[in-house]
């Protein structure tokens, strides 16, 4: 069973960067085609795709954010990670890690499993 | 980018059957993929692509499509059933959500 867990602070200072990091277990995240993704949900809200890094390291991000989101993997420790600089309060969410994929050629994204997700909130 | 769009709620008498829909352009290029959420935890998968259902989702469980509009059909509502659907979908720039609809079993 794949199981995906997030960590970091959650509470970030406005102006300063998000980091975080998602731990994965039972797949390798740099074999198959999956593709490492962050998404995140406002408090009361609905869910929003930020981006992912692929198996073979690309990214692609929300058009909204890419200029202020990174992300990067380590295979080594089987983990894959989202920063995001310049936060503003509007960047307080829960933030989820997922596992995506193409199933097939005509599909939408599909999210097969999730981190339990992280609290972010960013105040001073 | 493009949006999906959904009713913010819909209601279902217990054991009754009741479609939940998802409409967006893109929609017309790409099966959707539909998210349980129940409160404090994380969405889970119960359709993608034509029909398709996770290993562990019931059958009652039906994904449907047509020209712009994706539909979740769950049959035979339990009390266990009532939380917030997602639909989700490829978009030039990615993925986008639907804003979500509150399913109420009553």
């Known amino acids: 069973q794949v199981q995906l867990q997030e960590s970091g602070p959650g509470l970030v200072r406005p102006s300063q960067t998000l980091s975080l990091t998602c731990t994965v277990s039972?797949?390798?995240?740099?074999?198959?085609?999956?593709?490492w993704t962050w998404i995140r949900q406002h408090p009361g809200k609905g869910l929003e795709w930020i981006g992912y890094?692929?198996?073979?390291?690309?990214?692609d991000s929300k058009s909204s954010l890419q200029n202020r989101v990174s992300m990067a993997m380590d295979t080594s420790k089987n983990q894959f990670s989202l920063k995001l600089t310049s936060v503003v309060a509007a960047d307080t969410a829960v933030y989820y890690c997922?596992?995506?994929?193409?199933?097939?050629?005509?599909?939408?994204?599909?999210?097969?499993?999730w981190g339990q997700g992280t609290l972010v909130t960013v105040s001073s | 980018s493009s949006e999906l769009t959904q009713d913010p709620s819909v209601s279902v008498a217990l054991g009754q059957t009741v479609r939940i829909t998802c409409q967006g352009d893109?929609?017309?290029?790409?099966?959707a993929s539909w998210y349980q959420q129940k409160p404090g935890q994380a969405p889970v998968l119960v359709i993608y692509?034509?029909?398709k259902r996770p290993s562990g989702i019931p059958d009652r469980f039906l994904g449907s499509s047509s020209r712009n509009t994706a539909s979740l059909t769950i049959t035979g509502a339990q009390a266990g059933d009532e939380a917030d659907y997602y639909c989700?979908?490829?978009?030039?720039?990615?993925?986008?959500f639907g804003g979500g609809t509150k399913l109420t079993v009553l």
């Open positions: 997922a596992r995506g994929s193409l199933p097939a050629y005509n599909d939408g994204w599909t999210f097969d499993f």
């Open positions: 039972g797949d390798s995240i740099n074999y198959g085609a999956y593709y």
């Open positions: 890094i692929s198996y073979s390291g690309d990214t």
């Open positions: 893109n929609l017309r290029n790409y099966y």
């Open positions: 692509g034509q029909n």
């Open positions: 989700s979908s490829r978009d030039s720039s990615g993925n986008v």
